[in-house]
């Protein structure tokens, strides 16, 4: 019974590592400005919580983006529902949830009002083909940075599963996501057995 108190302790302290506010604001400001959708959300988010604030790890943070991939729906809201869980349970995914989506209704709803203005703006389109540059090259580090993390981790496996799933997706019709669900699965076979193994 104390070892079950204990780790009870051990969870609610790291999900208390940051405030329910801080945590809002910090996705809310991530948010408002992450251009490009989908997974030019993981940079911002694994800058501010696992470099800045320190209450994620690189492993959490993998998880967080695997997770994210493999559901439904944005990858942004995903990563930063996943986050906010991870966090401070399921108050924290609730706080997360709003973060995320808030920015998009009021950045949508001033473009709506004013679509025709921004349409026509050549800063704003400048400013937009500028922005999208620099998407690839931060998509690119955060990937790069991601892989050798998981590389440390278990490299043949990373490196196997790589070289499959960009066969795959390159050379067949397959659905992506039936694709990250094969190597889900070849995931939790391969730990399995090495779980095994030295259990055994």
């Not at 994210?68 to 349970?89: D, F, H, I, K, N």
């Given at each position: 019974m104390e070892v079950l108190l204990y780790v009870i302790i051990i969870l609610v302290n790291e999900m208390k590592k940051i405030s329910l506010v801080k945590l809002f604001l910090t996705l809310?400001?991530?948010?408002?400005?992450?251009?490009?959708g989908?997974?030019?959300?993981?940079?911002?988010?694994?800058?501010?919580?696992?470099?800045?604030?320190?209450?994620?790890?690189?492993?959490?943070?993998?998880?967080?983006?695997?997770?994210?991939?493999?559901g439904p729906g944005a990858m942004a809201v995903s990563c930063s529902v996943l986050t906010g869980y991870r966090l401070r349970g399921a108050i924290g995914a609730i706080i997360s949830l709003l973060a995320s989506v808030l920015p998009c209704l009021i950045i949508l709803s001033i473009i709506a009002k004013f679509y025709q203005q921004f349409k026509s703006n050549f800063f704003i389109n400048a400013a937009l083909e500028?922005?999208?540059?620099?998407?690839?090259?931060?998509?690119?580090?955060?990937?790069?940075?991601?892989?050798?993390?998981?590389f440390k981790r278990n490299g043949r496996f990373a490196v196997g599963i790589i070289i499959i799933s960009l066969l795959f997706a390159v050379f067949t019709n397959i659905n992506t996501g039936l694709i990250i669900l094969?190597?889900?699965?070849?995931?939790?076979?391969?730990?399995?057995?090495?779980?095994?193994?030295?259990?055994?």
């Amino acid at each position: 019974m104390e070892v079950l108190l204990y780790v009870i302790i051990i969870l609610v302290n790291e999900m208390k590592k940051i405030s329910l506010v801080k945590l809002f604001l910090t996705l809310f400001k991530i948010n408002s400005i992450t251009f490009g959708g989908g997974y030019t959300i993981v940079p911002a988010i694994r800058d501010a919580f696992v470099n800045d604030l320190n209450v994620i790890t690189e492993d959490d943070m993998m998880n967080i983006v695997a997770l994210a991939q493999g559901g439904p729906g944005a990858m942004a809201v995903s990563c930063s529902v996943l986050t906010g869980y991870r966090l401070r349970g399921a108050i924290g995914a609730i706080i997360s949830l709003l973060a995320s989506v808030l920015p998009c209704l009021i950045i949508l709803s001033i473009i709506a009002k004013f679509y025709q203005q921004f349409k026509s703006n050549f800063f704003i389109n400048a400013a937009l083909e500028g922005i999208s540059g620099v998407i690839s090259a931060v998509l690119l580090i955060t990937v790069y940075q991601m892989g050798l993390s998981s590389f440390k981790r278990n490299g043949r496996f990373a490196v196997g599963i790589i070289i499959i799933s960009l066969l795959f997706a390159v050379f067949t019709n397959i659905n992506t996501g039936l694709i990250i669900l094969i190597s889900g699965v070849l995931g939790i076979f391969y730990f399995n057995m090495i779980e095994r193994s030295k259990n055994g």
